[in-house]
């Protein structure tokens, strides 16, 4: 999925209306091969409901009842409630885990687990073997800086000087162990992008493949997110800066009322620009532009540019999912922490073994909700990039070429009855 990052999209249209062919080269960074059309149809909505429209949900006509009005029968009916002229449309195109069309919210998530369910090995198995590889490095980081001291019930919460100082030794190695998480955890979620992209268009790749086609980003992918989070953290540190020097200068009550005030509004702030760049990980992963030294990947600021520009007129939407697909994340840790950390509440024969055994099923835990937040959170997000684009770039009709389907015209009347011959009076 690329094409010409900041070219200026044409105007937004509905859910379900078709969109004509923006005048922009293919997107080669999704398709580099495309096969030729199978002569598969498929339709957009009418009434401009998108994704909350069934498709086929209307009679077409000369069915019983088809064409009656309320209260009659149309000629040959049988009396059934009727509405207008209906016309024929064909279902909608989907080659992959999506219809090529504008998304609603539910085809979106449901998208998501699709996906994980067609590419279970490069979507949960990649995901378990990093939240493994990264659950078990925090552990052994803190069992070989502590040792025996993490199975005491008071660990972490003592008065005693050495132990304080262990603990504020230990800083610096935990630090390092959440760099390394972090590192391992944007890699997954951009390997995890590519694979998105592909099952859009009805394609199985292995893990291998998926890395092959993503690594060349990788490193642009691990600084966009450095500084994707240092933008919008970037309200937050300003005003933390000046309580700091606020509070040097012995500044008063007035001054601190000041600060509240201004960390909500840098809250704030932080939330839009949050929403504003959040799409920038999926343009990165799956765009490309095509110059003198042929197709290569857009770069860092480009990406953020282009989820600014997706983004644009739709940031409430945008806010509302992206906060659904966090929402459902937590749930999915909170259902998977619950189980396995009553036990550790009450097993054992002493409060060490306790310790022990909370610590045990806590990280156990941990991996079990990373293997499955981790893929859902990337495919959610991969796919409200693609209807960001769909809408605002008719980018369905690249990827039906690029699956090679075709989106047919608009739809036409079906082999109705001719003229209206319904009543014209009650």
Do not use: C
Not at 203 to 221: D, E, K, M, P, Y
Request: no cysteine.
């Amino acid at each position: 999925m690329s094409g010409t990052a900041g070219t200026p999209p044409p105007d937004e249209r509905p859910d379900g209306e078709p969109a004509e062919p923006a005048p922009q080269p293919p997107y080669p960074g999704w398709s580099t091969e495309q096969p030729s059309p199978r002569g598969w149809g498929a339709g957009a909505d009418p009434s401009g409901s998108g994704g909350w429209q069934h498709p086929g949900g209307s009679h077409p006509s000369g069915l019983p009842g088809a064409g009656a009005p309320q209260g009659g029968a149309a000629p040959g009916g049988n009396g059934w409630t009727g509405g207008p002229e209906p016309t024929w449309r064909l279902p909608d195109a989907k080659p992959g885990v999506v219809p090529l069309r504008p998304l609603g919210v539910g085809e979106i998530l449901d998208g998501a687990v699709t996906t994980i369910r067609r590419n279970l090995g490069a979507m949960l198995g990649l995901s378990a073997a990093v939240a493994v590889a990264t659950q078990l490095l925090s552990t052994a980081t803190i069992v070989w800086m502590f040792g025996d001291q993490v199975t005491e019930p008071n660990f972490g919460l003592t008065d005693d000087v050495q132990e304080l100082e262990d603990v504020a030794d230990a800083v610096p190695a935990a630090l390092l162990g959440s760099f390394v998480t972090l590192i391992a955890t944007v890699f997954l979620t951009g390997v995890l992008t590519v694979v998105v992209g592909q099952a859009v268009l009805g394609r199985h790749i292995t893990v291998g493949q998926a890395w092959r086609r993503s690594r060349g980003r990788l490193l642009r992918l691990l600084g966009l997110t450095l500084l994707y989070t240092l933008v919008w953290l970037s309200p937050l540190l300003a005003v933390l800066v000046l309580a700091v020097a606020l509070a040097a200068g012995g500044s008063g009550a007035g001054a601190a009322a000041l600060v509240v005030v201004l960390m909500l509004v840098a809250a704030l702030a932080g939330v839009w620009l949050y929403v504003r760049f959040a799409l920038s990980l999926p343009a990165l992963m799956l765009e490309s532009v095509t110059g003198a030294g042929g197709e290569r990947p857009i770069g860092v600021v480009r990406s953020l540019r282009r989820s600014a520009a997706l983004v644009r007129k739709s940031w409430w939407r945008t806010f509302a999912i992206l906060l659904l697909i966090a929402f459902i994340v937590w749930l999915i840790g909170q259902v998977v922490a619950v189980p396995l950390g009553v036990p550790g509440l009450f097993g054992g024969d002493t409060a060490g073994d306790n310790v022990l055994t909370w610590f045990i099923l806590n990280s156990l835990a941990g991996m079990i909700a990373a293997t499955i937040t981790a893929p859902f959170s990337a495919a959610a997000t991969a796919l409200l990039y693609v209807d960001r684009r769909i809408r605002r770039e008719a980018l369905d009709i690249d990827l039906a070429r690029a699956a090679g389907v075709e989106l047919p015209s608009r739809p036409g009347p079906g082999p109705g009855p001719g003229p209206d011959t319904r009543p014209g009076g009650p």
